[in-house]
């Protein structure tokens, strides 16, 4: 069975995969209250190789009272001890890469050699730069001449609830957690029900590391039940949550109306603006990742790609080419491209989407089908890396995500047509542009509406800036003093002198 592929570390933390997912709860590994269990599916093989706890707002309430306990001592504990114990995590991740990167392989379905390369080392990134981070946080002063000196404590908010998605399922745990942690809250944190290995041998990596019990409490299961139960509970005062747009919605009509802080990085439709000035070889290397990485599953892959009309068949030609040569295989093999898309249902979802360009009158230029693997794989949810033309900006193809390998082609005479198309639609969180013109960069930069905007390059990612959309792709920012912000209240006391 794959699961034996991941044994005990050498490091003396257990990261083999249990059977029976386990909830951390005040400091305990334990079954969800309810004894009921979700299947857990290898994307890669279809198989059933773990149950994962199916919680309810009775886990919620044992974590919450678990975090109560934990706050008073937590909220107090000097930056310096809090940053020692988050750079142990981040180093007790880097000691187990190898054991957590299989565990996500064969939970998501990515390509091994990306699990190790990006997911892996990016959680620890995660909690050694907000370990790091929290040393150097400061709060403002606003001296009133000789009548006054106002000053601002940044005070932790109490228990806050961290949701994560599946696509990038440590990377973005962490990235939640670490800044929530390090500002002195305790965290009720919810992975994906669909990627859920990864958080839970996560939970055996704090213990190690010596977080106090009940600071970080891990509950896992579905997001209509534990999710809005995280959601809802009133002693949870803010909400981090990173998943689809719909999901956002139904989170925020609950969370607003009793004014929690709410922070919602939400889907993407990213255009991709391609111009005849453009660096070629480097243009055309970085479009097949920004297309195609972790099979088109990163909330910021540039899935409409905008390109100049002197240069559209050229590209064209080009870049089907070099998409037709990505191997899609068994994600262990180190030659496979492309994994597995994360489950049957989305493999099920971004095959009607196909589909449906196909309706609306879109040329499927290449894939456009199921790939067929034989042996470990041959019941695997794979699909080949696609590419559609001859799609306007106001059909659906356009305007819905897709979240899959699947990007579409448009032409466009002049700039102010390419920010037309580039704004067509109402997500806006990253947009690239491709020009070697830096007037016509910033220019184009200052008007495209999306709030992460990369020049001649893509996921090029520094953690103090601040990450995030604008429209339907979100509400807030994370990143650097971002998240150290929206995890600590603002308190402004005014001294009269
Ligand atoms: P999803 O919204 O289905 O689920 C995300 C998380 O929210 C899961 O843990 C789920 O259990 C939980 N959840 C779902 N409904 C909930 C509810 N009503 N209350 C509380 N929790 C709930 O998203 P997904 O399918 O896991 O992830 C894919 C989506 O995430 C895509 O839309 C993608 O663009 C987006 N995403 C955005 C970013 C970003 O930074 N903006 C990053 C990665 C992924």
């Not at 809005?228 to 949550?241: D, G, T, Y």
């Not at 243009?283 to 909330?299: D, P, V």
């Not at 249902?345 to 009158?361: L, P, S, T, W, Y």
Request: charged share 20%; glycine share 8%.
């Amino acid at each position: 069975m794959i699961a034996e592929a991941v044994k005990h570390t050498t490091k003396g933390i257990d990261l083999s995969i249990p059977f029976y997912l386990e909830n951390m709860v005040g400091g305990n590994l334990i079954g969800p209250l309810s004894g009921q269990f979700i299947d857990n599916v290898n994307p890669a093989t279809g198989e059933v190789f773990c149950k994962i706890p199916d919680s309810d707002e009775k886990d919620i309430e044992a974590a919450v009272n678990a975090a109560k306990k934990a706050f008073p001592h937590w909220s107090v504990t000097p930056a310096e001890e809090r940053f020692r114990i988050l750079n142990t995590i981040a180093s007790l991740i880097d000691e187990n890469l190898e054991e957590l990167a299989m565990a996500e392989t064969i939970d998501n379905g990515k390509p091994l050699w990306l699990s190790k390369r990006v997911d892996i080392p990016r959680a620890s990134a995660n909690f050694r730069f907000f370990a790091t981070g929290i040393m150097h946080f400061a709060a403002e002063s606003h001296s009133m001449e000789d009548k006054a000196i106002n000053y601002t404590l940044r005070q932790p908010i109490g228990i806050v609830g961290c949701i994560s998605p599946w696509n990038l399922p440590l990377y973005l745990f962490t990235w939640k957690i670490a800044p929530a942690l390090a500002a002195g809250n305790c965290v009720i944190a919810k992975p994906s029900e669909v990627t859920p290995v990864t958080a839970f041998l996560f939970s055996r990596i704090c213990k190690a590391a010596g977080l106090p019990d009940g600071v970080l409490n891990i509950v896992h299961g579905r997001g209509d039940r534990a999710g809005e139960a995280i959601v809802s509970h009133p002693a949870v005062k803010a909400i981090s949550f990173t998943g689809s747009t719909g999901a956002g919605a139904r989170i925020a009509s609950i969370a607003a109306p009793v004014f929690k802080k709410l922070s919602l990085e939400l889907g993407g439709k990213n255009p991709n603006v391609i111009f005849a000035d453009c660096d070629w070889e480097k243009m055309l290397k970085t479009t097949i990742q920004s297309s195609f990485a972790n099979q088109g599953q990163i909330c910021l892959c540039g899935s409409r790609i905008l390109v100049e009309e002197s240069i559209y068949e050229k590209f064209k030609t080009a870049f089907v080419e070099q998409v037709q040569k990505l191997k899609v295989g068994d994600p262990l093999e180190e030659t496979s491209r492309q994994g597995a898309v994360v489950s049957k249902q989305h493999f099920d979802k971004v095959m009607r989407c196909i589909e449906r360009a196909r309706e609306e009158g879109g040329k499927i230029l290449c894939g456009g089908n199921a790939v067929q693997l034989q042996g470990r794989c041959a019941n695997g949810y794979f699909i080949e890396p696609t590419v559609i033309e001859g799609l306007g900006p106001s059909c659906e193809t356009n305007l819905e995500e897709i979240f899959g390998p699947v990007v579409t082609l448009q032409s466009f005479r002049n700039e102010a047509e390419a920010l037309e198309l580039a704004n067509a639609c109402n997500y806006g969180l990253s947009a690239t542009i491709w020009t070697q013109d830096i007037s016509r960069a910033n220019r184009v930069a200052a008007k495209l509406e999306a709030g992460i905007i990369w020049v001649n390059c893509w996921l090029l990612r520094d953690l103090r800036t601040p990450f995030g959309g604008m429209k339907n792709s979100g509400v807030g920012r994370e990143g650097g003093w971002e998240a150290l912000r929206f995890f600590t209240e603002a308190k402004n006391v005014c001294v009269q002198l």
